[in-house]
């Protein structure tokens, strides 16, 4: 498949360079002969035409011909600015704000989260979408576990999103500790946070650079190698190659989507956050390396803010306050145990992932 679509490719560019190719020389051609025939008309229009003026019209043509080189190289030029254009055009969007929706940046400096995160009749929705999200009121305490569950599309993305302000909301609708989380400045609020998403980006350096990346300090080996060791990555890096310099590919090419996931989340460890989102951060694992993974986190981020969406719904067993989304309201909140026994739509949440996976094991 790959092999035809470069052997199409090639054919087009031979199509491409053979029209250029003739087109310069038919011009040519169908410029002189124009001027010919121009000069015949007149010629036999006047019938008064002496030898003089015959050379003349001569010399005349071979400058013409001369000056055809330069019309030739302007002709190819603009071709390639014809060509180049829609590339520029991509380059120029990136650098420009038209269009765009700007999350602008406030002026206060967020030092660290002392109570809550409280979100007041947060709706939202995208640009020429539905509504994502409808008058949702929650809390987000400080220093707890606070997961947030739901189906595919209940809008738990587009709320830790919001939290973390990749995108904007109204005023007043989430506040940190009182104030409007639009006053913070971007930089001192992202310095404070982390989140780990399930679609991991790596950049195509060494492992050690992907750890690192971000932070103000330089870090110490062991210090990289415990983060890795807490996201059971430590029999990983005594088998690579170059350790800790070792390249990983564009985008994390050469590990697996477990691996990456686990990659993120010691990254996010070593920043040592206030606020850390983990929005199922853990779907490539499996359940037993996912579960060293739960361990380890609640133990180095013990006092931290912490924000889970679940995938797994038994790794939420100990969060201290669930909120349960459906269609971009909060439908139920609770405990563990009070969600089980009021037997309402987390337990039928738990109820359908545990049948699946009985069936799976089956």
């Known amino acids: 498949m790959y092999a035809g679509v470069l052997r199409q490719g090639e054919r087009v560019k031979v199509r491409r360079e053979r029209a250029i190719g003739i087109r310069y020389p038919?011009?040519?051609?169908?410029?002189?002969?124009?001027?010919?025939?121009?000069?015949?008309?007149?010629?036999?229009?006047?019938?008064d035409f002496s030898p003089s003026?015959?050379?003349?019209?001569f010399a005349f043509l071979v400058i013409l011909q001369q000056a055809l080189r330069d019309y030739k190289l302007i002709s190819r030029s603009s071709l390639r600015i014809f060509e180049e254009l829609p590339r520029l055009e991509a380059v120029a969007g990136l650098f420009s704000d038209e269009g765009k929706f700007i999350v602008t940046s406030g002026h206060k400096t967020f030092e660290g989260l002392d109570h809550e995160i409280a979100v007041r009749g947060l709706s939202f929705r995208y640009a020429q979408g539905?509504?994502?999200l409808h008058d949702l009121n929650a809390t987000f305490a400080a220093g707890k576990v606070t997961a947030v569950v739901g189906s595919s599309g209940a809008g738990k993305t587009t709320l830790v999103d919001l939290l973390a302000r990749f995108y904007d909301c109204e005023p007043g609708t989430i506040l940190i500790d009182g104030t409007d989380i639009r006053e913070y400045s971007l930089p001192s609020l992202h310095s404070r946070m982390a989140m780990v998403s399930q679609d991991v980006w790596l950049l195509n350096r060494s492992?050690?650079?992907n750890l690192t990346f971000g932070l103000p300090t330089a870090?110490?080996?062991a210090e990289l190698v415990g983060a890795l060791a807490d996201v059971e990555l430590d029999d990983f890096l005594r088998d690579l190659p170059d350790g800790l310099d070792t390249e990983v590919g564009d985008r994390g090419v050469r590990l697996s989507g477990g691996q990456r996931q686990r990659i993120a989340l010691a990254r996010a460890l070593l920043r040592d956050p206030d606020i850390i989102i983990l929005d199922e951060a853990t779907s490539a694992l499996d359940s037993v390396i996912e579960q060293g993974v739960a361990e380890a986190i609640k133990r180095r981020?013990?006092?931290?803010?912490?924000?889970v969406i679940?995938?797994?719904?038994?790794?939420?067993?100990?969060?201290?306050?669930?909120?349960?989304?459906?269609?971009?309201?909060?439908?139920?909140?609770?405990?563990?145990?009070?969600?089980?026994?009021?037997g309402k739509a987390f337990y039928e949440l738990y109820r359908a992932q545990s049948e699946t996976e009985q069936a799976v094991r089956a």
């Open 26 to 47: 038919i011009e040519e051609i169908t410029i002189l002969l124009s001027m010919l025939l121009v000069q015949g008309v007149f010629i036999y229009a006047t019938g």
């Open 310 to 342: 679940a995938h797994r719904l038994s790794t939420i067993r100990e969060a201290d306050h669930i909120l349960v989304l459906e269609g971009g309201r909060i439908v139920e909140r609770g405990t563990w145990r009070e969600l089980i026994e009021r």
């Open 53 to 57: 003026d015959l050379a003349a019209f």
């Open 301 to 307: 981020l013990d006092g931290r803010t912490l924000i």
């Open 219 to 221: 870090v110490p080996d």
């Open 130 to 132: 539905p509504e994502a």
């Open 207 to 209: 492992l050690r650079d």
